[in-house]
T-cell receptor, first 111, second 114 residues
Framework: AQSVTQLGSHVSVSEGALVLLRCNYS??????LFWYVQYPNQGLQLLLK??????LVKGINGFEAEFKKSETSFHLTKPSAHMSDAAEYFC?????????FGAGTILRVKS | DAMVIQNPRYQVTQFGKPVTLSCSQT?????MYWYQQKSSQAPKLLFH???????NEADTPDNFQSRRPNTSFCFLDIRSPGLGDAAMYLC?????????????FGPGTRLTVL
């Protein structure tokens, strides 16, 4: 079965520090890949997506992710964390009109 | 703005009392999905409609049903809610068809079972 793995259920960074959230997918055929953010009691907001083409994808709120086929990875980064980035982040892969989600990473930003 | 709307945002029901959650969309998308998300977990797909075709996930309990009377609306019915059904329920839509299909999510309905 296809799966998405997010390393680290909780990540803590200081305000202004680099944010790195890790995601790996299991598939010999690269799926479409997504990062979503979820704030408490809200739905999922799309941060960015990889379909085809350029492997470095830029999203909203200063986030970006790089697709690396050789590593089956799609890690999310942001150069400088802001307090408003504190939320839960989900990596997802699309396989045939269905999304497979990772378990999520809660990002804490310390002042 | 085109969007996915879920009503109500918060729903409280009693153990065993049927409840219906509503989702509507203005995107004119062919596919509508229902996810269940329990606390600190990833969303779990319950079922989806591709136009009028209903597709149930193998592990979705019979207690959960869905209706899609038209393109715009989709309902989630929980026939006899148990305490374990307390969760956030997310509706999503996508265009459908071959190739890339982004899913657009509603804000969710938080269900509490007393």
């Amino acid at each position: 079965a296809q799966s998405v793995t997010q390393l680290g259920s909780h990540v803590s960074v200081s305000e202004g520090a680099l944010v790195l959230l890790r995601c790996n997918y299991s598939s010999s055929v690269p799926p479409y890949l997504f990062w979503y953010v979820q704030y408490p009691n809200q739905g999922l907001q799309l941060l960015l997506k990889y379909t085809t083409g350029a492997t470095l994808v830029k999203g909203i709120n200063g986030f970006e992710a790089e697709f690396k086929k050789s590593e089956t990875s799609f890690h999310l980064t942001k150069p400088s964390a802001h307090m408003s980035d504190a939320a839960e982040y989900f990596c997802a892969a699309e396989y045939g009109n269905k999304l497979v989600f990772g378990a999520g990473t809660i990002l804490r930003v310390k002042s | 703005d085109a969007m996915v709307i879920q009503n109500p945002r918060y729903q409280v029901t009693q153990f065993g009392k049927p409840v219906t959650l509503s989702c509507s969309q203005t995107l004119n998308h062919n596919v509508m999905y229902w996810y269940q998300q329990k606390s600190s977990q990833a969303p779990k797909l319950l079922f989806h409609y591709y136009d009028k075709d209903f597709n149930n996930e193998a592990d979705t309990p019979d207690n959960f049903q869905s209706r899609r009377p038209n393109t715009s609306f989709c309902f989630l019915d929980i026939r006899s809610p148990g305490l374990g059904d307390a969760a956030m329920y997310l509706c999503a839509t996508s265009r459908g068809g071959q190739g890339f299909n982004e899913q657009f999510f509603g804000p969710g309905t938080r269900l509490t079972v007393l």
